[in-house]
Protein backbone atom coordinates (compact mmCIF):
# COMPACT_ATOMS: atom_id res chain seq x y z
CA UNK A 1 0.00 0.00 0.00
CA UNK A 2 2.44 2.41 0.61
CA UNK A 3 4.23 2.31 -2.94
CA UNK A 4 0.69 2.79 -4.62
CA UNK A 5 0.57 5.66 -2.09
CA UNK A 6 3.47 6.89 -3.04
CA UNK A 7 2.22 6.49 -7.02
CA UNK A 8 -0.34 8.56 -6.52
CA UNK A 9 0.84 11.41 -4.84
CA UNK A 10 3.40 11.39 -7.65
CA UNK A 11 0.90 11.16 -10.04
CA UNK A 12 -0.20 14.35 -8.68
CA UNK A 13 2.45 16.24 -8.46
CA UNK A 14 3.63 15.73 -11.70
CA UNK A 15 -0.27 17.23 -12.63
CA UNK A 16 0.72 20.01 -10.94
CA UNK A 17 3.99 20.40 -13.13
CA UNK A 18 2.38 19.27 -16.43
CA UNK A 19 -0.97 20.00 -16.38
CA UNK A 20 -4.24 19.05 -18.56
CA UNK A 21 -2.23 18.77 -21.63
CA UNK A 22 -0.41 15.76 -20.81
CA UNK A 23 -2.14 12.75 -21.12
CA UNK A 24 -1.26 8.92 -20.85
CA UNK A 25 -2.98 5.46 -22.07
CA UNK A 26 -5.03 4.21 -18.70
CA UNK A 27 -4.96 1.66 -18.70
CA UNK A 28 -2.28 0.41 -21.11
CA UNK A 29 -3.80 -0.61 -24.68
CA UNK A 30 -7.48 0.58 -24.11
CA UNK A 31 -6.99 3.75 -26.11
CA UNK A 32 -8.29 5.75 -23.15
CA UNK A 33 -6.19 8.58 -22.31
CA UNK A 34 -6.34 10.73 -19.24
CA UNK A 35 -3.84 13.22 -17.47
CA UNK A 36 -1.93 12.41 -14.36
CA UNK A 37 -4.74 13.75 -12.31
CA UNK A 38 -7.65 11.76 -13.99
CA UNK A 39 -4.99 8.61 -13.74
CA UNK A 40 -4.46 9.43 -9.84
CA UNK A 41 -8.22 9.35 -9.11
CA UNK A 42 -8.48 5.86 -11.22
CA UNK A 43 -5.57 4.34 -9.13
CA UNK A 44 -6.82 5.50 -6.14
CA UNK A 45 -10.13 4.04 -6.87
CA UNK A 46 -9.04 0.97 -7.48
CA UNK A 47 -7.02 0.74 -4.52
CA UNK A 48 -10.30 2.18 -2.39
CA UNK A 49 -12.40 -0.96 -4.22
CA UNK A 50 -10.38 -3.37 -2.00
CA UNK A 51 -12.59 -2.40 1.26
CA UNK A 52 -16.06 -1.61 -0.75
CA UNK A 53 -18.55 -3.86 -0.48
CA UNK A 54 -20.02 -5.48 -3.88
CA UNK A 55 -23.69 -5.59 -4.97
CA UNK A 56 -23.15 -9.23 -3.02
CA UNK A 57 -22.36 -7.17 0.57
CA UNK A 58 -18.93 -8.93 0.63
CA UNK A 59 -15.62 -6.81 0.47
CA UNK A 60 -12.38 -8.06 -1.33
CA UNK A 61 -10.39 -7.20 1.71
CA UNK A 62 -11.98 -10.06 3.70
CA UNK A 63 -11.71 -13.28 0.64
CA UNK A 64 -13.21 -16.38 1.59
CA UNK A 65 -13.11 -15.49 5.62
CA UNK A 66 -17.13 -16.35 6.19
CA UNK A 67 -16.99 -14.22 9.81
CA UNK A 68 -15.84 -11.28 8.47
CA UNK A 69 -18.26 -11.25 5.35
CA UNK A 70 -21.77 -12.14 6.66
CA UNK A 71 -21.69 -11.85 10.80
CA UNK A 72 -23.49 -8.82 11.68
CA UNK A 73 -20.73 -8.26 14.57
CA UNK A 74 -17.75 -7.73 12.26
CA UNK A 75 -19.03 -7.48 8.41
CA UNK A 76 -18.79 -3.49 8.88
CA UNK A 77 -15.23 -3.46 10.43
CA UNK A 78 -12.56 -2.64 8.52
CA UNK A 79 -9.43 -4.36 8.92
CA UNK A 80 -6.12 -2.69 7.41
CA UNK A 81 -3.73 -5.11 6.61
CA UNK A 82 -0.13 -5.73 5.75
CA UNK A 83 -0.35 -7.17 2.63
CA UNK A 84 -3.01 -7.80 -0.14
CA UNK A 85 -3.80 -11.03 -2.23
CA UNK A 86 -2.95 -9.92 -5.98
CA UNK A 87 -5.47 -11.96 -7.50
CA UNK A 88 -8.39 -11.07 -5.18
CA UNK A 89 -7.21 -8.32 -2.76
CA UNK A 90 -7.82 -10.29 0.10
CA UNK A 91 -6.32 -8.71 3.20
CA UNK A 92 -3.47 -11.18 4.27
CA UNK A 93 -0.64 -10.48 6.75
CA UNK A 94 -0.79 -8.56 10.10
CA UNK A 95 -3.69 -6.34 10.75
CA UNK A 96 -3.11 -6.09 13.89
CA UNK A 97 -1.65 -2.35 12.70
CA UNK A 98 -2.86 0.18 10.53
CA UNK A 99 0.38 1.23 9.54
CA UNK A 100 0.55 2.39 5.54
CA UNK A 101 -2.77 1.31 4.88
CA UNK A 102 -4.35 3.63 6.98
CA UNK A 103 -3.17 5.45 3.68
CA UNK A 104 -6.49 4.41 2.19
CA UNK A 105 -8.43 7.13 4.30
CA UNK A 106 -6.48 9.57 2.54
CA UNK A 107 -7.12 8.67 -0.80
CA UNK A 108 -11.12 8.13 0.08
CA UNK A 109 -10.84 11.94 1.33
CA UNK A 110 -8.93 13.46 -1.55
CA UNK A 111 -11.66 11.51 -4.09
CA UNK A 112 -14.43 12.67 -2.56
CA UNK A 113 -13.07 16.46 -2.67
Not at 24 to 34: A, D, F, K, L
Not at 59 to 71: C, H, L, S, T
Request: glycine letters at 8%.
Amino acid sequence: MSVNFLIVESFLEFYNYLGDDFKVECPTGSGNWMNLKEVAVEFSRRLIQIFVKYSSGKRPVYGAIDKFQNNTHWRDLILFYEYFYGDNGAGIGANQQTAWTGLIAKLIQDCSA
